[in-house]
């Protein structure tokens, strides 16, 4: 007999569909549950590349709108298809750091409820230093960033573990770095919660599950999103401070949608 999963998808609030989607079919389906709220008509929805062609009411005229539905937004340049025969990707979430300018990337997950990404943002000592002294910085920031998303701060060498957790006060905007040559993400960023206790490298990766997380395996190289690894970063969390209960209770899994 086959042992039953021990997990589920997400439920969704005020959708016609029960859980998160899991594949193409559920993104298109819940789209057409959201054409009316940007004004589209559909004319027609295809297997062919792009598969919807939609108008959109503007100033008293229509505009043509090629649609490509993906699972996750970063499938459209794995399939190879042309941004410029396309205007909106539509997917469930949103993993594409670096879109062609004119796509615009509809990312469903955030218009039913689930709309902040939790990033897990490795940072040297010295700068773990300015994180403690001030509350609101200007921060280099993953390209997907978002107004409301949460960053946890990872302190590398010496002391290898999660401290800070930061929020996003505005969407990450492509600027000139001034702290290495060519261009970054830069995004507003303002203090939630300080830990007492910090959780180290080795607790992660003694964890049953958070030891399966990429960034955990990697060592927190990069900017990694680590939403789907939420729930067990928060009780990790709390255990270890309680007094994080009440700064990080608007970002509790039990009460979102």
């Known amino acids: 007999m ?50 919807c062609i939609a108008y959109q009411k503007v100033g008293g005229r229509e505009k043509r709108i090629r649609i490509e539905f993906e699972y996750k937004a970063r499938n459209f340049k794995t399939h190879r298809h042309s941004a410029s025969k396309c205007d909106w990707v539509v997917c469930w979430e ?39 002294g001030g509350s609101r910085w200007s921060w280099s920031v993953p390209p997907q960033g978002h107004e409301g998303d949460l960053l946890i701060f990872y302190v590398k060498r010496p002391e290898k573990s999660l401290r800070f957790v930061y929020r996003l006060t505005s969407d990450a ?11 970054d993400h830069f995004a507003g960023v303002q203090k939630v919660y300080e830990m007492r206790s910090p959780i180290f490298l080795e607790d992660l990766k003694s964890d049953r599950v958070l030891s399966t997380a990429p960034f955990v395996r990697g060592n927190f190289q990069g900017r990694n999103r680590a939403t789907e690894y939420w729930p067990y970063l928060y009780r990790l969390i709390l255990r270890r401070n309680p007094t994080a209960a009440r700064p990080l209770s608007k970002y509790d899994p ?3 949608p």
Request: no cysteine.
């Open 254 to 256: 039990a009460a979102l």
């Open 2 to 51: 086959a042992k039953r999963a021990t997990y589920r998808a997400e439920v969704l609030e005020n959708a016609p569909l029960l859980y998160a989607p899991h594949n193409e079919l559920g993104v298109v389906f819940l789209f057409a549950h959201l054409a009316k709220r940007w004004r589209l008509r559909i004319e027609t929805i295809r297997q062919g590349f792009p598969d």
């Open 173 to 183: 905007k492509k600027k000139k770095a001034d702290w290495k040559k060519g261009m």
């Open 94 to 132: 949103n993993n594409w750091a670096d879109p062609p300018r004119n796509l615009r990337i509809i990312e469903l997950r955030r218009e039913y409820g689930l709309g902040f990404n939790v990033w897990a943002v490795p940072v040297e000592a010295f700068r773990a230093e300015w994180l403690h």
